[in-house]
């Protein structure tokens, strides 16, 4: 990237994190931008989980400076961090659906948590949300009273999305999306996550095993090695790369 | 020698940091009790539950424990041809210790193991995360409505609790000793004052706060898998008991000279 280009939107610098004795990132760098679709590659329990965590100050980093839009999220108090959430929203791997709430309630929390909207209101909007994930009530016309312990692994994950993009966040962090989905549907959360970017210029971290979702959704792509992203280009720079690691990773999942 | 002195030394450090954990986190749920939105129908839901499934446990206990009481009592004094003041000698006991620190052990555990469970496995599947994500806090979408039902539900049960022990009482005076029920009824209430009263409930509030606080603690602290949800739960009853024993114990030296 050249210095000709806007500020990023998320910035990591130096930054070093490690759960006791067992070091996770130390000095990594990577930026993403505004509007991109940046994804995020890596062996599994590399650190790729923390990396988002670290962005949405969920896991706060030892050493190092987390920028969003210029702000160190490690200096954020409650309600700057509640502003920034309102901005950046997170899936999570296993989907984290509240147990105790309706696809419904799940579907709506952030929005009752952060905006005046009506029950009506909301309803339209998870149903809309919905219907982008392809859970529609035409095909699924019970789906908004189920409980999560009522849903298969693969409609829990696309549940989990609708409630991550029900408030329009601006940056949406996906923790493996497509993992355990069907082909139809990986191909519709990719679809799904191209078509955020551009009607609503949302800009996507995507962490990924998924070499063909990885190739599609982004625009550019970081592979994370020995705690760092010492590889980070554009997509089809990226597929060019001649390194063993990256070739090794992109061949063996794509054979 | 050094190598157990290093061990007492690291328990000992992982005791001062469980207790301060412990205290940051009531602290903090005390400050975000009154800020809006206050969740009334969180915190009126979570005391409904957490005391009405601990109703028939805390009425079995209260029960017995009066009927057990003042069997033993009634032998002691029938011996000394002093069972006509077995309705004195046997409510201090019940009132003001046996029925709090026993609802508070039993009931007051199984209170705190159901939120560890409930909060460890929300921590291990990330929902704590999801709901901080998400916009909230979850010190006062979880802990708080759980510490405030624990601390407003365990003084009602000891209160239920004092009425049952009472009733077993009477029906073991009655009949075992040939002590009227009216009579013992009578003479048990005819020992208390107020300070009796007021030190039971005080007790079992402060026992339900410890229940709560801690429940909730442990539940936030279970590390990584489905196994440490289990080992969080069993640490929780073991936390539990001690703590109520030792604040019982320093509340009965501050009531005992009143
Ligand atoms: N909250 C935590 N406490 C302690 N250790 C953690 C925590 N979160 C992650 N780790 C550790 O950090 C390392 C990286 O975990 P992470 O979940 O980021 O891996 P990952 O790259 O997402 O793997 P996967 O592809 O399997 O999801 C792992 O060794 C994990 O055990
Ligand atoms: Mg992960």
């Not at chain 1, 030892?62 to 509640?82: D, I, K, P, T, Y």
Request: aromatic content about 8%; hydrophobic content about 45%.
């Amino acid at each position: 990237m050249s210095a000709t280009d806007p500020p990023p939107i998320i910035s990591m610098r130096g930054v070093s994190k490690s759960f006791g004795a067992n070091v996770v990132y130390q000095g990594m760098d990577i930026d993403v931008y505004r509007g991109e679709t940046l994804t995020i590659l890596g062996g599994s329990g590399t650190g790729k989980s923390v990396a988002l965590k670290l962005m949405i100050g969920l896991l706060r980093a030892e050493e190092g400076s987390v920028q969003v839009n210029g702000e160190e999220v490690s200096e954020m108090g409650a309600e700057s961090l509640r502003k920034l959430r309102q901005d950046l929203s997170m899936v999570f791997q296993g989907g984290a659906l509240f147990d105790s709430m309706s696809v419904l309630e799940n579907v709506g929390y952030a929005l009752t948590e952060h905006t005046q909207m009506s029950d009506a209101e909301i309803l339209d909007r998870a149903e809309e949300c919905l219907e982008m994930v392809g859970l529609g009530l035409s095909e699924n016309p019970d789906i908004l009273e189920k409980f999560p312990a009522n849903l298969s692994g693969g409609m829990r994950k696309r549940v989990a999305l609708a409630r991550s993009i029900a408030i329009k966040p601006a940056v949406i962090l996906y923790d493996e999306p497509t993992t355990g989905l069907d082909p139809p549907n990986c191909d519709r959360i990719s679809m799904m996550i191209r078509h955020l970017q551009e009607q609503l210029s949302v800009t996507s971290v995507v962490v990924t095993h998924d070499i063909d979702t990885a190739f599609h959704v982004s625009d550019r792509m970081a592979m994370l090695h020995e705690h760092r992203f010492p590889w980070v280009a554009r997509t089809e720079d990226f597929r060019q790369i001649r390194d063993e690691v990256v070739r090794d990773f992109i061949v063996r999942r794509t054979r | 020698m050094t190598g157990l002195l290093r061990r007492i030394g690291g328990s000992l450090n992982d005791f001062f940091r469980w207790s301060g954990g412990l205290f940051i986190l009531f602290l903090r749920a005390v400050w975000v009790a009154p800020q809006r939105p206050i969740g009334v129908s969180d915190l009126s839901h979570q005391t409904l539950t957490v005391g009405i499934r601990s109703m028939p446990m805390a009425t079995l206990m209260s029960l017995f424990v009066g009927m057990i009481l003042v069997w033993q009592f009634g032998e002691a004094l029938a011996d000394f041809g002093a069972k006509q003041s077995l309705g004195y000698a046997s409510s201090l006991a019940l009132v003001r210790e046996l029925i709090p620190a026993l609802l508070a052990v039993t009931v007051g555990s199984k209170m705190a193991t159901g939120m560890t469970a409930e909060l460890g496995s929300m921590k291990v599947t990330e929902q704590i995360d999801a709901i901080a994500s998400l916009g909230a806090d979850p010190v006062k979408k979880l802990v708080w409505p759980r510490f405030f039902a624990a601390t407003l539900a365990m003084p009602l049960l000891v209160a239920w609790g004092n009425i049952m022990a009472l009733l077993g009482g009477m029906f073991i005076s009655d009949a075992v000793f040939d002590v009227p029920a009216g009579y013992f009824y009578e003479t048990y209430i005819d020992e208390l004052i107020p300070i009796h009263y007021i030190s039971g409930i005080v007790k079992a509030t402060v026992f339900g706060a410890i229940a709560g606080i801690i429940g909730c603690y442990q539940g936030f602290m279970t590390k990584f898998g489905t196994e440490a949800v289990g080992l969080a739960t069993t640490e929780t009853v073991v936390a539990v008991s001690i703590a109520v024993v030792i604040a019982d114990f320093a509340l009965t030296t501050l009531f005992l000279p009143i």
